[in-house]
């Protein structure tokens, strides 16, 4: 039970790795590239609090007697003048920006230049495929839910692969990396944080399950409604020879309606596990400020110290959300391609 709500956290994407693996491998420099990038990325976000640490801290508690500020850590910067340490601060958080902006663009190019390599290399592979498919199967299978696989599908893949797995891969980095700094910084308030992430994993393995169902029958609606389009318009003057326009289109409204309605329980689905997600969020920031600023009283960590577990609070949780928010168009594209779909409609074999 357990092994398949994991499963459906992030449904079908492991298959449809292992089964486009060959395509993949063909771009492994440029994913090299980009995973350094990305790894770079991550490096200089877990980085870029640490000036405003600094700031707060060193700059503008400077002129008072605040508990727990211990100059023996950093003694040299009780010599250096506020003003010009403010300057050198300030700087390093454009040059950290700048240099994090830079290595996100990187690795984002990379990934959409390999993603649509790999996909237009699907995409005509899947083409040949079905052209050398027995007339069998062709007899048996509407022609209008091909052509679907063939375009709309494998554009599907690509676009969830940009705009979903990515950002998913990016923030997962992030949170790893953040979570192991903050147990560095305060194991006590990284527990509160930490404690958050089961309750989060229950809510999206038990939405995402439904959502990836409905997916499923949406898609398979879209494709009945596909065929349906592509043999009236193929044999159209056979239609309107027989006044078969009302009957069509009654059946065309019909599978829009109901597509309609799946379309719009995803979307619920979805919203729910996002405002799901931001309470739990929201709790988990208010217990780690509750315990947080108690410490601080007591000198245990620093204002600065607080800010930054703050800050890498937000962005940690930023995958929890972004999960969340593409849960259903991940689920979408492995209804599109997930191994099952194709060994059922695109004859048994791998193309």
Request: aromatic letters at 6%.
């Amino acid at each position: 039970m357990a092994r398949s709500q994991l499963h459906s956290v992030l449904p079908g994407i492991g298959r449809i790795l292992q089964r486009f693996s060959p395509y993949i491998h063909r771009q492994r420099p440029l994913l090299a590239v980009s995973f350094v990038a990305l790894v770079a990325e991550t490096l200089l976000h877990l980085l870029e609090p640490w000036p405003l640490k600094f700031i707060f801290d060193r700059v503008i508690l400077s002129g008072f007697e605040v508990e727990g500020l211990e100059e023996s850590k950093l003694p040299w910067l009780a010599e250096v003048d506020p003003l010009l340490l403010l300057a050198g601060l300030v700087s390093s958080l454009v040059v950290i920006a700048s240099l994090r902006g830079a290595m996100a663009y990187l690795s984002t190019v990379g990934m959409a230049i390999a993603a649509t390599h790999i996909m237009t290399e699907i995409r005509g592979k899947l083409y040949s495929h079905i052209q050398h498919l027995s007339l069998s199967f062709h007899s048996q299978t509407k022609s209008g839910d091909l052509i679907t696989r063939v375009t709309y599908d494998v554009e599907r893949l690509r676009e969830v692969t940009v705009i979903a797995v990515l950002p998913l891969l990016t923030n997962g980095l992030n949170l790893i990396g953040m979570l192991l700094v903050m147990v560095w910084l305060n194991w006590e308030l990284a527990l509160i944080a930490i404690a958050i992430l089961p309750l989060f994993a229950l809510s999206t393995m038990r939405m995402s399950h439904r959502i990836q169902e409905v997916a499923r029958s949406q898609r398979r609606r879209e494709g009945v409604m596909a065929a349906t389009a592509a043999e009236a318009m193929g044999a159209i003057k056979v239609v309107q020879a027989l006044s078969l326009q009302g009957l069509l289109e009654s059946s065309f409204s019909r599978q829009n309606q109901k597509s309609l309605q799946e379309g719009a329980r995803a979307q619920r689905l979805s919203a729910g596990l996002e405002r799901t997600v931001e309470i739990l969020v929201a709790i988990a920031t208010a217990m780690v400020l509750w315990r947080g600023t108690q410490l601080v009283l007591r000198g245990t960590v620093t204002p600065g110290d607080l800010l930054v577990f703050i800050t890498y609070l937000k962005i940690a949780f930023k995958p929890m959300r972004q999960l969340a928010k593409y849960t259903g168009q991940i689920a979408k594209a492995t209804a599109s391609g997930g191994a099952d779909h194709r060994q059922s409609s695109i004859g048994c074999r791998r193309f």
